[in-house]
């Protein structure tokens, strides 16, 4: 019964935000419904994503064979789909293999939804890990994570950056907890090692200065497990990987990002110009830290950290954007502006209209990373002094 000593329940005012929170979700739902569940009876739709490489790559491995042979590479990849004038290879570093090595041994409609499965489970894990890292609000802000363009591109195309994502998660999440568990993570994390690159170089000056050592001695086991495990899969994966990444197909290739437009602008024969805006922005990545080593935070001073690595990455495809979720949600719950929600709802559904109709090596996606970074710098710009959740640990 309603009283004067037991009023109404408020009921909660939706807005704009609201809406466009709602909208983007329902586009994901959409997305992962229709990848997931047409996959099984589509035919040899699968061979036109990305995953298609990774199977083959899988089935070379299987059979004791390179996996970057392009001719044994090419000929799995059309009998699955993939057009007769187009090969995918593999460009994950070469303890990136072990991972890979089971597809071989499924029908490639089952490992395709394995895979998705993966992918999906590492983006929805990533989501409410983040959530939990700022106090587990009780509002909707972790949807924009979901149907975050990037990430619907990874799971469209199968491609592994949702893996990369989940390490770098579970590092921001388990670094002072478990600090040994979260420097395995990051062997997640070196599938994409140019992602990282400025990260990487606080992370070390981190380690060092805070003698988080455990971290270290994850991240090294990790690596020579997997090291191990290529060398015992294929022990010339690593001469041949390099022959790879030194070949014509790979080094004249335009990617759409800042720092490939930076060298084809410049000079396109000096691959080493890409490298440039990375090795300069790690050295700002160490002079960040060091003026805030006293009070560092890895959930709120990371976020610059990766969007700045993203940014100046030698290479980085929209898929591979989606490391940018830890730091874009970082931004929404530090704002207090829920017209800035709004924009970056926005922003999402622009570019998730693009995703529908660009190429993904299109020139129009050049302004992402940009647009990423200067919204995040405006939502934190005024970060109220109690926004910060204390480490775990701390």
Not at 272 to 290: C, I, K, N, S
Not at 352 to 358: K, Q, R, S, V, W
Not at 367 to 383: C, D, E, G, S, V
């Amino acid at each position: 019964m309603v009283t004067a000593a037991n009023p109404p329940l408020a009921r909660r005012r939706y807005d704009l935000a609201d809406l466009a929170f709602a909208l983007i979700t329902g586009i994901f739902l959409a997305v992962v419904a229709l990848s997931l569940c047409t996959a099984p009876f589509a035919g040899k739709v699968v061979g036109f994503r990305d995953f298609v490489a990774y199977y083959a790559t899988g089935c070379q491995l299987v059979h004791h064979a390179d996996p970057y042979d392009a001719e044994a590479i090419h000929r799995i990849e059309t009998g699955a789909g993939l057009p007769d004038h187009a090969v995918l290879l593999m460009r994950n570093p070469p303890w990136g293999l072990p991972l890979v090595y089971p597809l071989g041994l499924l029908n490639i409609r089952i490992a395709f939804v394995a895979w998705s499965a993966m992918l999906l489970g590492s983006l929805l894990i990533s989501a409410r890990l983040l959530r939990l890292m700022h106090g587990s609000p009780p509002n909707q802000i972790h949807w924009l994570a979901y149907s975050f363009t990037p990430a619907l591109m990874c799971l469209n195309m199968g491609q592994t950056s949702l893996f990369a994502l989940l390490g770098l998660t579970l590092f921001l999440r388990y670094h002072r907890t478990q600090p040994f568990a979260a420097g395995a993570a990051l062997w997640l994390c070196a599938l994409k090692p140019h992602l990282f690159l400025p990260f990487f170089a606080a992370l070390a000056a981190w380690i060092l200065f805070t003698r988080s050592y455990k971290v270290v001695a994850g991240a090294l086991v990790a690596m020579a497990a997997s090291i191990a495990l290529t060398y015992w899969i294929d022990p010339s994966a690593f001469p041949r990987y390099l022959a790879l990444m030194r070949s014509p197909a790979v080094v004249q290739e335009f990617v759409p990002c800042l720092s490939d437009l930076f060298r084809f602008w410049i000079r396109p024969a000096a691959v080493w110009l890409q490298y440039l805006p990375a090795a300069l922005a790690g050295l700002w990545a160490l002079g960040y830290y060091w003026r805030r080593r006293a009070s560092w935070n890895w959930t709120a001073n990371g976020s610059p950290l990766i969007l700045v690595s993203l940014l100046f990455a030698p290479y980085v495809w929209l898929y591979d954007q989606c490391l940018a979720i830890p730091a874009l949600l970082d931004g929404a719950y530090a704002t207090r502006s829920r017209a800035y929600l709004v924009v970056l709802a926005l922003m999402i559904l622009v570019a998730d209209g693009e995703f529908f109709t660009a190429k993904v090596i299109s020139p129009l996606w050049l302004w992402t990373a940009p647009a990423w970074f200067a919204w995040y710098l405006l939502a934190a710009r005024n970060r109220p002094a109690n926004s910060l959740i204390p480490e775990p640990g701390a």
